[in-house]
């Protein structure tokens, strides 16, 4: 359906998140990946989709004037939102503990922000997923930490990996989101295009 719309057109990803490319790749697009270096610094007053939305659109200005015509740029941004802040990656193990600790027995947001830019226009849009997590056990989180890698993720967890099948009780929203695209909403954007 996309390919056809989009034959003439130079789709690139802006995202090294392998989750992101798979999922990308399965809307049947063809497209490119480039990966801008940009400080992922926003202001403390900044809450829930505000942060991820200023990151997406953060990442889509490092394309600022290179767009050709032809050229649609998609940046996003993933974070968990717990008990009124972020959840960004751990940096480290610890930090991957105290946060597997604080998400167990508990609910919380997940927001994923996408930018799709042109030459001429920009739209940012974002989707929210509400995840529940079981009372994790000790042994289940150094379980978890030792034999995944938790720290390429907002939360530190993939959902697709060992932790969510174990862990995860009820989702409220996408899926996809939680592993970091809501698809479904960015085949509606790229429909209206």
């Known amino acids: 359906m996309l390919s056809k719309k989009f034959k003439d057109k130079n789709i690139i ?18 497209f490119s990946i480039k990966v801008k270096s940009i400080e992922e610094n926003y202001s403390s007053d900044l809450k829930e989709e505000e942060i991820t939305n200023y990151l997406a659109e953060l ?11 032809n050229d649609i740029v998609i940046t996003s941004d993933t974070i968990v939102w717990h008990q009124q802040k972020p959840l960004e990656k ?5 930090e991957a503990i105290a946060m597997l600790e604080t ?3 508990t609910s919380h947001k997940v927001i994923t ?10 739209k940012v849009f974002f989707d929210t997923t509400v995840v529940h997590f079981k009372n994790l056990s000790d042994e289940e989180i150094e379980f978890y930490i ?3 890698n938790p720290y390429d993720k907002a939360g ?3 959902i697709q990996e060992w932790i969510g099948f174990i862990g995860v009780t009820k989702l409220e929203g996408s899926y996809f989101n939680v592993m970091g695209l809501p698809v479904h909403k960015l085949y509606e954007e790229l429909l209206k295009m």
């Open 13 to 30: 990803l802006a995202s090294g998140s392998p989750r992101r490319q798979e999922l990308f790749k399965e809307l049947g697009l063809k």
């Open 59 to 69: 990442k889509a200005k490092a394309f600022e004037n290179e767009l050709n015509e």
């Open 90 to 94: 751990p940096k480290n193990r610890r």
């Open 103 to 105: 998400i167990s027995g």
């Open 113 to 122: 922000s996408i930018c799709i830019k042109t030459s001429t226009t920009q």
């Open 146 to 148: 030792e034999n995944n």
């Open 156 to 158: 530190g967890y993939g």
